[in-house]
């Protein structure tokens, strides 16, 4: 399994071949997450073998947005089933990384501990200090898309997403969860002001 050679393909793929209007699907975003998903693992006594087949899954967890907008995560899957047999991946490691980078879709339903990391370190953002920077490029990403159109909408959204989500392992629970808190206690904060405001007028 030569994993550094796959990790440069998609890489290489990734760097050049994502739209410009995926602010937030985009290449930095890809190694945070493949970041953030070591940095659970080392902490979860995940190594060998294991580590190596999550450190595959994060960089193509979203790499489906290179060949189509709607359920990338199997466009991802495509992709790895066609790049990794190549670097020596059996059948089975190919399904392995295929299972962590669908469970990443949300609403997430991860089935075993590698894909409970890659998920919690896909939305780590979530519980960190930079949740309103990030989010930025998720609020124009998604205005672009149509899915929202005001900031109002955008935040309502988060409010909704920040209440159903949870983190899975030990370590996002104890470290990311209750930043996370904060953060939608700070959200729901705007949308009551914004609120008085608009009353106000």
Request: net charge neutral; charged share 25%.
């Amino acid at each position: 399994m030569d994993q550094p050679g796959a990790e440069a393909y998609i890489l290489g793929k990734l760097r050049h071949g994502l739209p410009a209007f995926r602010t937030y699907h985009c290449f930095s975003h890809t190694l945070d997450v493949y970041r953030t998903a070591v940095e659970i693992a080392v902490a979860e006594g995940i190594e060998g073998e294991r580590l190596d087949l999550l450190r595959t899954a994060a960089l193509y967890h979203d790499a489906g947005f290179l060949i189509q907008d709607k359920d990338h995560e199997e466009g991802s899957c495509l992709l790895a089933s066609e790049a990794l047999p190549k670097f020596g991946y059996t059948h089975s490691q190919v399904d392995a990384v295929c299972e962590m980078v669908r469970a990443t879709k949300v609403p997430q339903q991860p089935r075993n501990k590698l894909s409970r990391i890659l998920c919690d370190a896909d939305l780590d953002y979530l519980g960190r200090p930079d949740f309103f920077r990030i989010g930025a490029t998720l609020f124009t990403e998604f205005k672009h898309y149509a899915v929202v159109k005001t900031e109002r909408e955008w935040n309502e959204l988060q409010v909704r997403f920040l209440s159903k989500h949870r983190y899975f392992t030990a370590h996002s629970k104890r470290v990311r969860q209750p930043v996370k808190q904060l953060h939608l206690a700070a959200v729901k904060d705007w949308l009551e002001r914004d609120a008085e405001g608009m009353a106000a007028h």
